[in-house]
């Protein structure tokens, strides 16, 4: 059967890596910091490291389908289905192919193995292929069929496009988040070979594919390379006094020649991770020599290189890569370290970035890319960024000093202008110490203005929580009631589906209303439902605490008045749903149902709300919902709406015998 043309076909396939040879290369530190690239001095490769191919710059060999003793022309049909195409790879045990299953119309990856007499090549061919047959999970690369004739043996697998965790490090691709991502993908891939009583023991960057974005879950990273694994039960080809693996990334214990345990993968892990951060392998040295002097010996703690990380993260890696086995971690316990700081790590100019994705060839077929409007590589576009955001903080500033109390006896525009070159160095602490300027002036004796303090405390207090590590974002929740001013308070929502992930869009859609609705009880002027009943006028207790409480915060929050932040973090997380970026018919269909339903919400919150808010319709509800198509279907045009994963967008990346 005749194999249809495809996209990688036309492409070149410039993304397809080996995954289980290894490419011998010169490397230089490398890192990411949340400012950017670093370079340390270079570091010499081992010596000593197993048989590896050569690839070209892109990472894959010219499709010149060089004969493999003698035979295998382009075209050859090996065990009757698999037709070899193109060669990916070679190293001293077999050649890599890339070929086309014609029984079930796939593409596959078939290693050659020649046959030399009755040497041992058959016998790991045939351990390496009983190994990956016990293993069945998404972050492994799958074995398809070991098969043989008179001239070789063949491990056919999956054919993934993607790029090595070595390509990316190299590249400057991975941010910090990346790479703990890739390291919670690894935990759950190499658990379950534990589970099924494999260790790998030779977990090193190039035997790791990253396939995908970290949206990917449990497939965005895969590990492969399973040649020399040990199982833990009945493994005739490794006794006690074997050293196999690779000396820069080899547990103390491995390199020993001691029986391994599931420990010598967490420590291989853990120090890819480590050098995934810091640019640095710890443990490599200048030649083998050099390198096995280190083996054993306590490395530099994770924060001596990068004290911005979590001290939790820093210490679990620090853990895992203690000498003695029984010290450290298991891969549950790793694994819960990586979670528990996800969000506490830079995502960065890391493959959340498009043009990241498009330069190592990650990019998918037909999907929008996530791109955060609030970031960019361009240098020019981020200053702008933290300028609009200093200026936006500013603004905030210098309206919470100028309208909400007496005229300060200081220069309410000086400290405007201070808060926003604050905000434009760091977003975060810039914004803190503009919202910390106003609620402090408030309460202080002389203004006495405490009930107002509270309502903007308890308006302010939950954007960091809703928003972690996104100080850009903290400020765009003050468009809501000035959108709401203008009669088109809906139109919000759209804005806060503009952020990246879902959980980001849903909090930027809460964080919004909470400020259009304190901006209703503060001004007493109808934004959306209008001033919750029960709410007096700001004179009545803007200088007293409880007053503050007790007229306007208590009956604002506890009445159904504050319903709407439901439907607003619910629409702005559902918008890249219905409207992807992939036809302009589509998306203008998606957001006009996105539209609507957000029009039918509303009559819905204005029935359930009528006994504790004025008006029985929603302020510019229409109005709002009809820009927020307009703007909607302009966003996903230009890229700028980051549809959720589906099984449709997704196409295999690399694969591996």
Request: glycine share 10%; hydrophobic share 45%; proline share 8%.
């Amino acid at each position: 059967m005749e194999r249809p043309a495809t996209r990688n076909d036309l492409e070149d396939d410039a993304s397809t890596h080996v995954l289980d040879e290894r490419t011998p290369r010169r490397r230089r530190s490398r890192g990411r910091r949340a400012g950017g690239l670093w370079s340390g001095p270079p570091e010499a490769e081992d010596d000593d490291r197993p048989s590896q191919i050569a690839t070209s710059p892109l990472g894959v060999e010219p499709i010149d389908l060089d004969p493999v003793r003698g035979g295998y022309p382009g075209g050859r049909l090996v065990l009757d289905r698999y037709r070899l195409e193109g060669k990916l790879g070679a190293g001293g045990f077999g050649v890599v192919y890339r070929a086309w299953d014609e029984k079930l119309e796939r593409e596959v990856a078939v290693k050659v193995i020649p046959k030399d007499g009755d040497g041992p090549v058959p016998q790991r061919a045939a351990r390496e292929a009983r190994v990956a047959a016990r293993l069945n999970h998404p972050g492994i690369v799958a074995l398809y069929e070991l098969g043989q004739d008179d001239e070789a043996v063949y491990l056919v697998s999956e054919l993934v496009h993607g790029r090595t965790f070595a390509d990316l490090l190299k590249g400057g691709a991975l941010s910090d988040r990346d790479v703990a991502q890739i390291g919670t993908a690894l935990c759950d891939a190499l658990r379950h070979a534990h589970d099924k009583k494999v260790i790998h023991r030779d977990v090193k960057p190039q035997n790791v594919i990253v396939v995908a974005e970290p949206a990917a879950g449990a497939g965005f990273a895969k590990l492969t390379d399973f040649g020399i694994a040990h199982l833990a039960i009945g493994d005739p080809l490794t006794r006690t006094g074997d050293v196999v693996g690779t000396l820069a990334y080899m547990a103390p214990e491995q390199a020993e020649g001691e029986r391994v345990t599931e420990a010598a993968d967490v420590y291989s892990l853990a120090l890819m991770l480590y050098e995934g951060w810091t640019g640095v392998n710890p443990v490599r040295g200048n030649g083998p020599v050099a390198t096995a002097r280190r083996l054993g010996t306590h490395l530099p703690p994770l924060r001596s290189r990068r004290r911005e990380l979590p001290d939790d993260l820093a210490a679990a890696i620090d853990a895992a890569l203690d000498p003695r086995p029984d010290c450290r971690p298991t891969l549950a316990q790793l694994r819960r370290a990586l979670d528990g700081v996800d969000d506490d790590l830079s995502d960065e100019g890391g493959l959340v970035e498009p043009a990241t994705l498009e330069r190592f060839g990650l990019t998918r077929v037909g999907r929008a890319r996530v791109r955060d409007p609030m970031t960019t590589d361009s240098l020019p576009a981020r200053v702008a960024m933290r300028v609009a955001a200093g200026l936006a903080a500013a603004g905030l500033t210098l309206g919470g000093l100028t309208a909400l109390g007496p005229t300060p006896g200081w220069s309410p525009l000086a400290a405007a202008a201070i808060v926003a070159l604050l905000t434009a160095i760091s977003p975060r602490l810039g914004w803190v110490a503009g919202i910390c300027v106003v609620i402090g002036w408030l309460g202080s004796p002389g203004t006495d203005r405490e009930g107002t303090a509270l309502l903007l405390t308890a308006a302010a207090a939950p954007v960091p929580l809703l928003l972690p590590r996104a100080g850009l974002w903290w400020s765009v929740p003050a468009l809501a009631p000035l959108l709401g001013a203008a009669g088109v308070a809906p139109l919000y929502v759209v804005v806060a589906a503009l952020a990246p992930t879902p959980w980001r869009r849903a909090g930027a859609g809460a964080a919004g209303f909470l400020w259009l609705l304190t901006a209703e009880v503060v001004t007493g002027h109808n934004l959306l439902f209008g001033v919750p009943a029960g709410v007096d006028p700001r004179a009545a207790w803007e200088t007293s605490l409880s007053g503050g409480a007790s007229d306007a915060l208590f009956p604002a929050v506890g009445s159904t008045a504050i319903l709407p932040i439901v439907v607003w973090a619910a629409f702005a997380a559902l918008l890249p749903v219905l409207v992807r970026g992939r036809a302009l018919v589509l998306d203008a269909l998606g957001a006009a149902i996105w539209a609507a339903g957000l029009v039918a919400a509303h009559s819905a919150l204005a029935q359930l709300e009528a006994p504790d808010v004025p008006l029985d319709t929603a302020r510019g509800v229409i109005a709002g919902a009809v820009l927020a198509v307009v703007v909607a279907v302009a966003a996903a045009g230009a890229g700028l709406v980051s549809p959720p994963e589906d099984e449709e967008s997704f196409s295999p990346r690399m694969a591996t015998p």
